[in-house]
């Protein structure tokens, strides 16, 4: 059983960055794929970013493409989302998800564990 804790949310001025901590306990996850997604009030929760276990290639939704970035230090069992050059319609809970597979997944129902969420405000 894998529990996921993110931290780093917060309030923001458009064009700010904030820094996104995923810290999992329980299990490894190392051999996991990782990802973000955010949900904003009366919308579905989307793909926001996903990395596999590797490290390797990362993915990402093409309204964050070029500003965000997911990393993981695996030693650590931490994973991290940088969000540069914020925007109002960033805002939302963020929260932070492990899948046991292999192949990197954009859909939040490929994703076994969930974090509680933290919450994202970027005023304009």
């Known amino acids: 059983q894998v529990q996921l804790v993110e931290s780093g949310g917060g309030l923001v001025q458009a064009g700010g960055s904030l820094r996104l901590s995923c810290a999992a306990s329980?299990?490894?996850?190392?051999?996991?794929?990782m990802g973000w997604f955010c949900q904003a009030p009366g919308k579905e929760r989307e793909f926001v970013a996903a990395i596999p276990w590797s490290g390797g290639s990362t993915y990402y939704a093409d309204s964050v493409q070029g500003r965000f970035t997911i990393s993981r230090v695996n030693a650590k069992n931490t994973v991290y989302l940088q969000m540069n050059s914020l925007k109002p319609e960033d805002t939302a809970v963020y929260y932070c998800?492990?899948?046991?597979?292999?192949?990197?997944?954009?859909?939040?129902?490929?994703?076994?564990?969930w974090g509680q969420g933290t919450q994202v405000t970027v005023s304009s």
């Open positions: 329980g299990h490894t996850i190392r051999r996991y794929t």
């Open positions: 998800a492990a899948d046991p597979g292999s192949v990197v997944a954009d859909k939040a129902y490929e994703y076994d564990y």
